[in-house]
């Protein structure tokens, strides 16, 4: 009886993909202990590896870097497939696709920080209109507007002002 092999072939940035979603599926764990003020208001650590993934390689990088984060973390939370996947999963898609206009701009216009900001806005935005049409229907839930759009702001200028420094300290920008 023989045995067959796969090989499969992987690139080098195959590997740094790997190791880049690795980085921010172990933020986003050690962010899932943290105490939160409000469901669904967390400092979002993990995308300062996507910002990094932009600004290091291309949009297409940080897309699967991001990807991989929200499936890999809700499988090992088991929350796969649960309003929590749901609500990650489209904060990341509508954040992605931010990034993904926003970065055809000249680059004069915004900075990681501007670029983690916007992300940030539109992350709670996909999760406020998914928590609206689905979990909460009901009209109510656009008083929260104000305290999401803070958390936003603050988290988003946070996470870009170390997006900003990491990427000065590997001469990126």
């Known amino acids: 009886m023989t045995r067959s092999t796969i090989k499969i072939k992987t ?4 590997h740094q993909i790997a190791q880049l979603s690795a980085i921010a599926i172990g933020l986003s764990l050690m962010e899932s202990v943290l105490p939160s ?3 669904g208001v967390k400092p979002g650590i993990a995308n300062i590896i996507t910002l990094y993934a932009i ?4 949009f297409k990088t940080a897309m699967w870097v991001s ?3 929200v499936f890999a973390t809700s499988l ?5 497939l649960s ?3 749901m609500l990650s999963l489209i904060g990341s898609m509508l954040s992605l696709l931010t990034l993904y206009f926003v970065i055809k701009l000249p680059s004069k216009f915004f900075s990681p920080i501007g670029l983690s900001v916007l992300s940030s806005f539109a992350h709670i935005t996909g999760q406020l209109i998914l928590v609206r049409i689905w979990l909460i229907p009901h009209a109510s839930i656009y008083y929260l507007i104000p305290i999401y759009s803070l958390a936003a702001l603050l988290f988003g200028f946070i996470n870009g002002w170390i997006t900003y420094r990491l990427l000065k300290h590997h001469n990126s920008i």
């Open 11 to 14: 690139t080098l940035l195959d």
């Open 55 to 58: 600004y290091q390689f291309n």
């Open 83 to 85: 309003p929590a996947f």
């Open 67 to 69: 990807v991989l984060r």
């Open 37 to 39: 003020p409000m469901p």
């Open 76 to 80: 090992i939370l088991g929350q796969f």
